[in-house]
């Protein structure tokens, strides 16, 4: 009897299975997707490597069932589980493994802290798929404590702390050993993401290891922002784990800790890219600077209107005397800025001596000076100068700025674009006018993806002529990149190079002439910064807590 019922079970699923897609790709490995709407197979759990190295998975003769979601990385955002390194492939319709159609790989956001390959359909790759007629892929990678770990007990050890963008490169050479028996050509890779992701597209433009495995790269709102130095790192971990009385763990007692315990970790700040020396050589900027990065690559960097709008509410809200002299105070405790730059960041951004606090922050007259601020030195001033740097070590670039707002009381925030470039605008109610902003996004990242070019109309970023492409509506138009001057005084901040101003005299006068060098004198050296300040950068990444605590898209 018992016999029977598993024969009929196994018939049942073979008859089930066999109405479904099937792929097999190196290694005699098969794997069954679903066929969802307009002819896509979906492919939505295959497996890339195992934790902790991460560890290139290299099976054969296996059999793998891809017709659910893999669970999200532990995260503190929702529990998640260990076993979480999996992707999912979207294939267009009359896809075969002799196809050799262009490849996007996304990489999501979250601040490093959160985040999924899925995300309950935002990035739901269907659309995307079958009206480019693209392979899709999407991979999930670890983040938080578990994804970037350095701590006392590990740092004289050959770990690089930088798990969650191994994850990262292990998938993309996944995709590219793989995606040709789905129909991708593995020489036609474009890489993009969001946010972290974008953050992250950088980073792997930055590892020479992930070179081989992409052709083109789309960063949107990310850039080179949010890194740790290890003795940040370090410090940050160390005093975590003696809070846990966990003083000796390394990263196989953290993954041997309960999934329960992992996730009530606070995500924020212990879980940021590390530039352990190895992997990651030096602050971003400074390797972007030196022409470091993947040679002659070809590569989109774009930012929304608004960035600050959210990024900047949680420190707002959170803090009830954020006043301009406390942010300065803040800036000075950091890099030790002298009261004459602080003045004129002050009156670059039109800051008021005192700020009134109001329980609406959003419609409050001074947040959107705060905003400003904000939204250009976390995102904007360090994307402009990777782009200077890139075109001038031989990089096509193209860069965008979107501003379409569809009666958001945000504006054109932080991750806004996402639906439109994935053509899943169905999460707004704007209509007709939603979906035309949205095809222009898809029309040209296509044409980018496929020719390295996203049309005519969209004129290249270049050394004196900063070119951008606006999209605020169904007209786009090409144009100057807009608020240098700002980005002129923060860059000496973003790239470690701000010097205070000296006294001179007996009068003790000063001269600010040192702190706005903006691009043409950011870097000094090539080397990796000495970090003499650390404890000081420590406490501003403290401070940035309560930014990166809303950046969870």
């Known amino acids: 009897m018992l016999t029977s019922i598993i024969t009929l079970l196994i018939v049942t699923l073979a008859a089930v299975l066999a109405q479904e897609p099937t792929v097999t790709y190196p290694g005699n490995n098969t794997v069954v997707g679903v066929a969802v709407s307009g002819g896509v197979n979906v492919y939505r759990k295959i497996p ?18 891809g017709t659910q979601y893999a669970p999200e990385c532990i995260q503190s955002v929702n529990a998640g589980s260990e076993d979480c390194l999996y992707l999912a492939v979207y294939v267009p319709p009359g896809a075969t493994n002799t196809s050799k159609l262009p490849v996007r790989h996304w990489i999501y956001g979250g601040s490093y802290t959160s985040g999924d390959y899925y995300s309950d359909g935002y990035y739901d790759g269907t659309a995307l798929a079958a009206q480019t007629n693209t392979i ?62 974008g953050s992250s597209v950088n980073f792997q433009l930055l590892m020479n290891g992930s070179w081989p495995y992409f052709r083109r790269a789309i960063i949107e709102s990310g850039g080179p922002w949010n890194f740790r130095t290890i003795k940040q790192l370090t410090a940050l971990n160390d005093y975590l784990l003696n809070s846990l009385g966990l ?47 993947k040679p002659n690559v070809e590569l989109i960097i774009g930012i929304n209107a608004n960035e600050g709008t959210t990024l900047g ?15 300065f105070q803040s800036l000075n405790l950091a890099y030790n800025v002298d009261p004459t730059y602080a003045n004129q960041l002050a009156a670059a951004y039109g800051f008021p001596q005192r700020w009134p606090v109001s329980p609406n922050v959003n419609t409050d007259s001074v947040y959107p000076v705060w ?41 054109t925030y932080h991750s806004y674009e996402i639906a439109f470039v994935w053509n899943n605008t169905k999460f707004f109610n704007g209509g007709d ?15 980018f993806q496929n020719t390295g070019s996203p049309g005519a109309d969209w004129q290249p970023y270049s050394q004196g002529n900063n070119n951008t492409f606006y999209i605020g509506g169904v007209s786009p138009f090409s ?6 001057a700002t980005c002129d005084l923060i ?63």
């Open 48 to 65: 890339f490597a195992r934790p902790p190295a991460p560890i290139y998975l290299n099976d054969t003769n296996q059999f793998y069932n």
């Open 136 to 197: 899709v892929v999407a991979s999930n990678y670890r983040v938080g404590i578990l994804g970037f770990f350095v701590s006392t007990t590990t740092i004289n050890s050959s770990s690089t702390g930088n798990y969650g963008l191994l994850d990262q490169q292990t998938a993309l050479r996944w995709t590219h050993e793989n995606i040709a028996a789905f129909g991708g050509d593995p020489n036609n890779v474009t890489i993009f993401g969001e946010s972290a992701g």
């Open 247 to 293: 003083s000796n763990c390394d990263l196989a007692c953290l993954q041997g800790l309960s999934v329960d315990l992992l996730a009530n970790i606070p995500a924020v700040p212990f879980g940021q890219p590390v530039i352990d020396g190895t992997l990651i050589t030096d602050q971003p900027l400074n390797l972007w600077r030196a022409g470091k990065f």
């Open 313 to 327: 509410s949680g420190s707002y809200a959170a803090t009830a005397n954020l006043t301009a002299q406390g942010v």
């Open 371 to 411: 905003a400003n601020f904000i939204g250009d030195y976390f995102i904007k001033c360090g994307n402009l100068g990777l782009a200077e740097f890139a075109v001038a070590n031989n990089a096509s670039v193209f860069t965008y700025y979107f501003y379409y707002n569809n009666n958001t009381r945000l504006g």
């Open 433 to 447: 006018t939603d979906g035309l902003v949205s095809q222009i996004f898809v029309d040209h990242f296509e044409s």
């Open 479 to 484: 144009g100057p990149f807009p608020r240098l």
């Open 491 to 553: 860059m000496p901040l973003l790239m470690n190079t701000y010097t205070p101003v000296t006294a001179t005299g007996t009068g003790g006068t000063s001269s600010a002439s040192a702190t706005a060098t903006g691009f043409t004198n950011s870097v000094t050296s090539n080397n990796p910064p000495t970090n003499s300040n650390d404890g000081a950068r420590l406490t501003f990444a403290l401070f940035s807590i309560v930014v990166f605590v809303s950046l969870l898209v």
